[in-house]
């Protein structure tokens, strides 16, 4: 819907009815798309003939006006006129209905009123005179009114129609970008109010709450970040979190895949590039270094990159400078640098395929963020979180895991990490159809498979029984252990046996967590 009270203080438009008073005495009103005047205010509005004035403000005026517009707009749709000027019998004079309309939709219309179209019609002042003192004008009121009122000739109209026009487009125009403006408000409100706070990133696992502690620690800083971590551990996720904390928030973010483009094509959309400097560079193409000028630009699988464009990213890096393709002139950009990813930096930095200076300017916070294998105790709340997610997308109930179906996701090494887990949750939602409870075996083959051989692992199958049942025992508790990060209440509690009885079993089987930690 259109806000028709912002256009009353609008510059362009405010110019252009001035243009039309100042003219031909002309007074333009908004409507809406039934015809209802919009945006007046008759204390506070100035009419450039004051019949205008003192009809619009009558119930009965904007009611016949309404129809009069609603008439106009259909007679329009029949015919090949933008427009239509008229005589509005009410009043006596005559008026132009210019329609605003955004994709086809009819949004409103300026309506343009108090003038003479013809200068044939030597009764139509004498008419109007009768109309103002039928609706109680003063007889100074119409005496003003008359002398307002002009003749257009045919020169007159065509530059009278121009200007109209120019209002309809401008109230589209600024409809259009104020549009603009309020989505990207709230993508930004929606970015920095719950996407990509820290405390709704799931997990209050420990390698998460001390994932937290350290972007607390960096939130205000400007240095250049680091994240190291599998595939679908959710680093652009990070890089987000600390761009919109940061002090560059209201500045552009940017994101480049380094893997996506070879050497030639990722110069060109990092550095951009001149008209003519290679077949198909038709125009001047500004980099994406230059766009994420005063924000932060997020460089993920930076570990691709060949030694070539390594060099040229040291020099932005170091200096803020670079040079588009096929330009001799160097540019010079404040980029806040952050980089990501999944394969070892240092191990190549010791093979020789990844530069050691650039290595240590990109490596000033080193964030490592745990694949979902370290952080088991977060698969419940991630679980929950991405049901809800899948099932308010696809309609239908909310969806529950059974205990049972629990325990297969926690058996499952997850080499996919958060992303696999979300394509699971989505899948299953689908699988469950109207079910509400979501049971083992709805899941992938691959989880099941994985349950089925962890309850066999290292369990015995031949001798005492005994001795097999110990052996089941130490690997639960061992595994329990890990699990809940140590947290010998929860895992009592799960086992279904005392604390006490708990403590006594990890000191039987050696597992406590310093023993642990030097035998691994």
């Given at each position: 819907?259109?806000?028709?009270?912002?256009?009353?203080?609008?510059?362009?438009?405010?110019?252009?009815?001035?243009?039309?008073?100042?003219?031909?005495?002309?007074?333009?009103?908004?409507?809406?798309?039934?015809?209802?005047?919009?945006?007046?205010?008759?204390?506070?509005?100035?009419?450039?003939?004051?019949?205008?004035?003192?009809?619009?403000?009558?119930?009965?005026?904007?009611?016949?006006?309404?129809?009069?517009?609603?008439?106009?707009?259909?007679?329009?749709?029949?015919?090949?006129?933008?427009?239509?000027?008229?005589?509005?019998?009410?009043?006596?004079?005559?008026?132009?209905?210019?329609?605003?309309?955004?994709?086809?939709?009819?949004?409103?219309?300026?309506?343009?009123?108090?003038?003479?179209?013809?200068?044939?019609?030597?009764?139509?002042?004498?008419?109007?005179?009768?109309?103002?003192?039928?609706?109680?004008?003063?007889?100074?009121?119409?005496?003003?009114?008359?002398?307002?009122?002009?003749?257009?000739?045919?020169?007159?109209?065509?530059?009278?129609?121009?200007?109209?026009?120019?209002?309809?487009?401008?109230?589209?125009?600024?409809?259009?970008?104020?549009?603009?403006?309020?989505?990207?408000?709230?993508?930004?409100?929606?970015?920095?109010?719950?996407?990509?706070?820290?405390?709704?990133?799931?997990?209050?696992?420990?390698?998460?709450?001390?994932?937290?502690?350290?972007?607390?620690?960096?939130?205000?800083?400007?240095?250049?970040?680091?994240?190291?971590?599998?595939?679908g551990t959710g680093k652009e996720l990070i890089a987000k979190?600390?761009?919109?904390?940061?002090?560059?928030?209201?500045?552009?973010?940017?994101?480049?895949?380094?893997?996506?483009?070879?050497?030639?094509?990722?110069?060109?959309?990092?550095?951009?590039?001149?008209?003519?400097?290679?077949?198909?560079?038709?125009?001047?193409?500004?980099?994406?270094?230059?766009?994420?000028?005063?924000?932060?630009?997020?460089?993920?699988?930076?570990?691709?990159?060949?030694?070539?464009?390594?060099?040229?990213?040291?020099?932005?890096?170091?200096?803020?400078?670079?040079?588009?393709?096929?330009?001799?002139?160097?540019?010079?950009?404040?980029?806040?640098?952050?980089?990501?990813?999944?394969?070892?930096?240092?191990?190549?930095?010791?093979?020789?395929?990844?530069?050691?200076?650039?290595?240590?300017?990109?490596?000033?916070?080193?964030?490592?963020?745990?694949?979902?294998?370290?952080?088991k105790e977060d698969i419940p709340l991630l679980a929950e979180?991405?049901?809800?997610?899948?099932?308010?997308?696809?309609?239908?109930?909310?969806?529950?895991?059974?205990?049972?179906?629990?325990?297969?996701?926690?058996?499952?090494?997850?080499?996919?990490?958060?992303?696999?887990?979300?394509?699971?949750?989505?899948?299953?939602?689908?699988?469950?159809?109207?079910?509400?409870?979501?049971?083992?075996?709805?899941?992938?083959?691959?989880?099941i498979e994985a349950g089925e051989r962890s309850k066999v692992?290292?369990?015995?199958?031949?001798?005492?029984?005994?001795?097999?049942?110990?052996?089941?025992?130490?690997?639960?508790?061992?595994?329990?252990?890990?699990?809940?990060?140590?947290?010998?209440?929860?895992?009592?509690?799960?086992?279904?046996?005392?604390?006490?009885?708990?403590?006594?079993?990890?000191?039987?089987?050696?597992?406590?967590?310093?023993?642990?930690?030097?035998?691994?």
């Open positions: 819907m259109i806000n028709w009270d912002e256009f009353e203080h609008i510059h362009v438009i405010k110019k252009l009815r001035h243009i039309l008073a100042s003219w031909w005495n002309v007074d333009v009103i908004f409507t809406d798309e039934r015809g209802v005047v919009k945006g007046f205010d008759p204390v506070k509005t100035v009419f450039a003939n004051p019949a205008v004035g003192h009809l619009i403000q009558k119930d009965v005026a904007q009611q016949n006006l309404a129809e009069f517009v609603l008439k106009t707009i259909d007679e329009l749709r029949m015919s090949d006129n933008r427009y239509a000027i008229k005589k509005w019998d009410l009043a006596g004079f005559d008026i132009g209905i210019f329609p605003i309309s955004i994709d086809s939709d009819l949004m409103g219309t300026v309506v343009a009123m108090g003038f003479f179209k013809d200068s044939n019609e030597g009764q139509r002042p004498h008419e109007v005179r009768d109309r103002l003192a039928a609706f109680g004008g003063s007889g100074e009121l119409i005496e003003q009114s008359l002398g307002k009122l002009k003749y257009l000739d045919d020169d007159g109209r065509s530059h009278f129609s121009q200007v109209v026009s120019l209002v309809a487009e401008e109230v589209v125009t600024l409809h259009l970008e104020i549009t603009r403006r309020e989505d990207r408000i709230r993508e930004l409100n929606k970015e920095l109010g719950s996407r990509y706070k820290y405390d709704n990133m799931i997990g209050k696992s420990k390698p998460m709450q001390a994932l937290y502690g350290l972007l607390d620690k960096i939130k205000t800083a400007d240095t250049t970040v680091l994240i190291q971590g599998e595939n979190a600390i761009h919109y904390n940061s002090p560059r928030k209201d500045r552009p973010f940017v994101i480049q895949n380094c893997s996506a483009f070879n050497d030639n094509l990722l110069e060109s959309e990092l550095f951009g590039h001149i008209k003519g400097s290679f077949t198909g560079a038709i125009r001047d193409k500004k980099g994406l270094f230059e766009v994420a000028d005063k924000g932060t630009f997020f460089l993920d699988e930076i570990g691709d990159t060949s030694p070539t464009m390594q060099v040229k990213l040291l020099r932005v890096l170091q200096e803020g400078t670079f040079t588009p393709v096929g330009s001799t002139e160097m540019r010079k950009v404040d980029v806040r640098i952050i980089a990501a990813t999944n394969r070892n930096l240092k191990e190549m930095v010791e093979q020789g395929t990844f530069r050691e200076d650039l290595y240590y300017r990109l490596n000033v916070i080193n964030i490592r963020v745990p694949p979902l294998r370290e952080r979180f991405f049901l809800q997610k899948a099932s308010e997308a696809n309609g239908g109930p909310k969806r529950i895991m059974t205990k049972r179906a629990l325990e297969k996701l926690y058996d499952y090494a997850w080499p996919g990490n958060v992303r696999e887990l979300q394509n699971e949750m989505e899948r299953l939602v689908v699988l469950a159809g109207e079910e509400t409870k979501i049971l083992p075996e709805m899941m992938s083959p691959k989880i692992q290292g369990a015995r199958l031949q001798g005492k029984l005994k001795d097999a049942l110990e052996d089941l025992e130490r690997e639960m508790i061992k595994e329990g252990l890990r699990r809940t990060g140590w947290n010998k209440s929860k895992l009592a509690k799960e086992l279904g046996i005392s604390r006490a009885g708990l403590i006594m079993k990890v000191e039987k089987y050696g597992l406590d967590k310093r023993r642990m930690a030097r035998s691994s």
